[in-house]
C-alpha cells in the first residue's frame, strides 16, 4: 500500500510531464488571445453547490463524487467539474456588476469517483474556459473556434464538431414530454439507470451506451423539432457563424451532454484522425447556471478538455513536444579540499542562468565522463586539484571533443556567450 498511489491516479514523470506543461503552455496561449483570463479556484468547495448547479439527478453528483465532512463537520467535495467553481468565484467576486461578458479559464485537477478503465482516472485533469454574462451565439461559436485552435496548434487536424440544440426553460418541458410519451412503451426494455432517468431527466437515456437504450433512442423526437422562437434564432445564428469562420459540423441530436445545466447549444470535438471514442472536448451554454446559484439572471457559455485524452491523443500521433534545454554543463569535481571551490563554481554558472550539473557519487574522472555524455551536457569542466591552484579549469566541447584550458577569470563570460 505504501509504494502504490491510490486507484485511479497517476503520477506524472519527467518524460511525461514536459508534454503535459507544453499543453498547457500552448493552452494559455491561446486563451489569452482570445481574451480569456485565468482563475484558479480552490480543489474542493461546498457540497452544495455542486448537488445545486450540476444538478442532483446526474451520475456525477449522485454516484461519482468525493464528498467527506472536515473536521468542522462540513460537507465539502472536491470538484467533480470546473463550471460550478467558476461561477461560484462570479458571484462571490461580484464580477456580474463589472463589464460583461467576463471571460475565463482554468486548468487544473478534477474527482470523480468512477470504474477505473483505459483513459478513466480519479484524479484527471481539465483545461477549460467559461464565458459570462452575455448571451451572443458569437460567444457558442468563439468556445468551439478557440477550443479547437488549441489542438490545431498541437498539431491535430481534421475537426468534426457535433452540435446540438436542447432549449430552453421555456421550450424544454413540452419536449421532454414528448421524449416521454415515445420512450413509454420501451421503458421496460431500458436499463435500470436510464429507467431511473425517464421521469427527471429523459434527454440522458439518448446518450446512454448500452445497446438496448439507443435502440429504444432510435427515431426518438428530436430536441431542434421544438425549440422556442429565441432557442431557434440562436441555433440558426451558431450554424450561420460556423459557416462564416469554415469549421465543419454536423447536427447531432443524440448530442445531450452529461450534466443537467446546459441550455440551447451543446457541442463536442472530435478529430477524425483519431478513430473511434475520440471526443477531445466537449461544452455548451448554461444560461441558468448563475441564478440556480443563487446569482442575478446571467446567460453563460464554456468548454472543458480532458488533459490525460489529450495527451494520449497526442501519443497517438507520435506528436512530441518541443525539446526543452539540455545540460550546458557538467562540471567534473573530485573530492578534496578544493571541493569548496568547485561547488561555489556551479553556484556562479547556475546564477549566470546556465544549466549546469556536476557528480554528487565521488564518482571517478572516467564515471563522470560518461554520466556528463549520458546527459548529453554540451561543455564538460574539469576542475582538477593543479588546476584550480592556478586558477584555471579543463574545458571541453563535448561536439567537437576539443580540450583547452580556460582562466577561471573569464569561464563564466565565455560560457554564457558560447551557450545562453
Ligand atoms: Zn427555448
Ligand atoms: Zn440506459
Redesign the pocket.
Known sequence: MLVKAPRGTADLLPGQIERWRWVEEVARDVFRQFGYAEIVTPIFEHTELFERGIGDTTDVVNKQMYTFLDRGQRSLTLRPEGTASVVRAYLEHHMYSGPQPVKLFYIGPIFRYERPQAGRYRQFHQLGAEALGSQDPALDVEMIAMSIEIFRRLGLADFLVHINSIGCEVCRPAYKDALRAYLQPKLDG??R??FE?YEKNPLR?LD?K?A??QDAAKGAPRSVDYLCESCREHFDAVQKYLDALGISYELNEMLVRGLDYYTKTVFEVESRSLGAQSALLGGGRYDGLVEECGGPSTPAVGFAAGMERAMLALEEQGIQAPSTRGVDAFVVAFANDKRGQVLALVHQLRQAGLVVETDYLQRSMKAQMKAASRMNAARVIICGEDELSRDVVQLRDMTSGVQEEVPLATLVERLRAELC
Open positions: 431500458l436499463c439507470t436510464c432517468r437515456i446512454c448500452v438496448a437504450c
